[in-house]
């Protein structure tokens, strides 16, 4: 009852998993994860879970590429950089030549992966291909992220693991940003400007929340904690960095915040003193496609498009460290 409990606090009603499988009648079932014998048995090695990483992410960064391409009307041969973003598994050669190769990029595109930085790491992928189209107008920069939570389900009845796990799902979103000069920039493209980026380190919040590689899988610790270092320190820096831009918390048209937990959301709205309905589309992302860490702010961001939420809009997500990160999009 506990469970089943904590499980319906969670904000998520539906998720995604590449582990899943549709048996004979209909239902859906998994093999990955056989039952746990005793107590000692801690699931799938590393090493096992990395092999599927492998084995299942590409195809589905690639749908998220082809899309990001096909929804901005850039071609293939324009494309100059790869930025790939996951916390979830590693492999060399990577994601990034599985996107060169099935996307038809050119064998001369750059690449650069944002790894193991967690649920903002769409923020840094952003910050990074604002870098490059600055220092090369004619830039066109694709961002897949692509991240495989549901492999790293940990056994056991660890307080903390157990809210991990009922979070976190799987999920990969893609993104173009061209540069003034690119070949593409005459093609009518839903892009907007990237205003601003940066970032915040909150003090002594090390342990609040973590995420390490283990012997069966990633590990992940999340302490209660966290929706209070954000609410005390998001407000402080959040202003002035605003003001830098010539922007207040009353300019922003749209709240893309990361919606790392019902919690999450919640403190954001006090510290900042949001309207009610601010968050409302990244609490509909929770709900139905769970916390995708890196990957769930693109599909907030594809909401806002889709309803043509007037901007400017902040991006807004937290990770290890704790860390803030944030971007401003017009």
């Known amino acids: 009852m506990k469970l089943a409990k904590l499980y319906r606090r969670t904000g998520v009603d539906t998720r995604g998993s590449v582990l899943v499988e ?7 079932t998994q093999s990955f994860y056989p039952p746990m014998q005793d107590g000692c048995d801690r699931g799938p090695t590393m090493a096992t ?3 599927r990483f492998a084995e299942e992410a590409p195809a589905l960064a690639c749908r998220a590429g082809q899309g990001a391409l096909d929804g901005s009307g850039i071609s293939p041969d324009d494309v100059t950089h790869v930025v790939t973003v996951t916390c979830t598994g590693f492999t060399a050669p990577g994601i990034d030549v599985q996107l060169i190769d099935k996307l038809g990029l050119p064998i001369t595109t750059q690449r650069i992966q944002v790894g193991f930085m967690g649920c903002h790491g769409l923020v840094n992928a952003l910050r990074t291909a604002r870098g490059l189209v ?5 830039a066109v920069v694709l961002i897949v992220c692509i991240e495989l939570c549901s492999l790293h389900y940990q056994y056991g009845y660890d307080a903390q693991r157990i809210v991990s796990g009922s979070l976190f799902a799987d999920g990969s979103a893609g993104l173009i940003v061209a540069g003034d000069d690119c070949p593409a920039s005459s093609v009518d493209t839903p892009l907007g400007e990237i205003v601003s980026v940066g970032s915040c380190l909150i003090r002594d919040s090390h342990d609040a929340m973590t995420w390490r ?3 069966n899988g990633f590990i992940m610790t999340l302490e209660a904690s966290v929706p209070g270092f954000i609410e ?4 402080e820096f959040l202003v002035p960095w605003l003001a830098k831009s010539g922007l207040d918390l009353d300019s922003i048209g749209g709240w893309a915040v990361h919606p790392g937990g019902v919690r999450i959301l919640q403190s954001v709205e006090t510290a900042l003193e949001l309207p009610s309905g601010a968050l409302d589309v990244s609490r509909e992302v929770l709900r139905e496609h769970g916390n995708m860490s890196s990957a769930t702010l693109g599909f907030v961001l594809q909401k806002f498009q889709q309803r043509n939420v007037p901007g400017p809009w902040l991006m807004l997500g937290f990770g290890p460290g704790l860390e803030i990160e944030v971007a401003v999009v017009r």
């Open 49 to 51: 879970r990395n092999e």
């Open 232 to 235: 005390t320190n998001l407000r």
């Open 213 to 215: 590689i283990g012997d």
């Open 22 to 28: 549709k048996g004979d009648a209909g239902e859906l």
């Open 134 to 138: 600055a220092a090369d107008s004619d």
